[in-house]
Nanobody, 117 residues
Framework: QVQLVESGGGLVQAGGSLRLSCAAS????????MGWFRQAPGKEREFIAG????????DYADSVKGRFTISRDNAKNTVYLQMNSLKPEDTAVYYC??????????WGQGTQVTVSS
């Protein structure tokens, strides 16, 4: 099993920035595909950003391109989501997800991000 713990959420004003962190357990973190998702009230969970091992690239939802950046520090077993130029519509619970080499998925508990007008 892989345990994921998100942190860094909070309340910010529109135009502000936040950096989310996701700390992962596991002996083979460097082999995990990592991604960020979010879910707003009344809406389905949606993909935001991720690192794709099959293509060796990062992917972003159109709604966050140019504003959000995913990165990882394998030495710290941590993946980050830098969020700039935040908008009220970014308000949601943000989740990180790990995908192992045997194609099993693990989710964090989520962290709340609220962007005020």
């Amino acid at each position: 099993q892989v345990q994921l713990v998100e942190s860094g959420g909070g309340l910010v004003q529109a135009g502000g920035s936040l950096r989310l962190s996701c700390a992962a357990s596991g002996r083979t973190f460097s082999s995990y595909g990592m991604g960020w998702f979010r879910q707003a009230p009344g809406k389905e969970r949606e993909f935001i950003a991720g690192h794709t091992w099959l293509r060796g690239s990062t992917d972003y939802a159109d709604s966050v391109k140019g504003r959000f950046t995913i990165s990882r520090d394998n030495a710290k077993n941590t993946v980050y989501l830098q969020m700039n130029s935040l908008k009220p519509e970014d308000t949601a619970v943000y989740y990180c997800r790990a995908r192992t080499r045997v194609q099993r998925y693990y989710w964090g508990q989520g962290t709340q991000v609220t962007v005020s007008s």
